[in-house]
């Protein structure tokens, strides 16, 4: 094969899964319930966000929170602080792609 195959997980629950990390892309994965969050960090590369269930609510830098649902793809730049949750009954899922990988940057 000249493919490789990557899974991520299919549920309702919690989860924060890293599918791809090789030194080009990271690809993460997660799924939110509501009221679930990530850890308030700044943003370690150039970061797109596919949003492909529910609404994201994120809150950059010292900005109000803005909202993004299913369908939307948002990009943030490399060092910029981020608040990511979901305040909505709909489960929220999405991925995290890192261009360049993380590992450029150090």
């Given at each position: 094969?000249i493919?490789?195959?990557?899974?991520y997980?299919?549920n309702d629950?919690?989860?924060?899964e890293?599918i791809?990390?090789?030194?080009?892309?990271?690809?993460?994965?997660?799924?939110?319930?509501?009221?679930?969050?990530?850890?308030?960090?700044?943003?370690?590369?150039?970061?797109?966000?596919?949003?492909?269930?529910?609404?994201?609510?994120?809150?950059?830098?010292?900005?109000?929170?803005?909202?993004?649902?299913?369908?939307?793809?948002?990009?943030?730049?490399?060092?910029?602080?981020?608040?990511?949750?979901?305040?909505?009954?709909?489960?929220?899922e999405?991925?995290?792609?890192?261009?360049?990988?993380?590992?450029?940057?150090?």
């Open positions: 094969m493919e490789k195959n990557y899974n997980q299919i629950e919690k989860i924060i890293r791809i990390s090789d030194g080009n892309v990271d690809i993460n994965h997660m799924i939110l319930p509501k009221g679930g969050a990530l850890p308030v960090h700044n943003s370690n590369s150039n970061v797109y966000m596919i949003i492909v269930r529910g609404t994201l609510t994120i809150s950059l830098d010292e900005q109000l929170p803005s909202k993004y649902q299913k369908g939307n793809i948002l990009n943030i730049p490399f060092d910029i602080k981020m608040h990511v949750f979901n305040e909505d009954e709909e489960i929220l999405f991925f995290v792609v890192k261009s360049p990988s993380p590992q450029n940057y150090q």
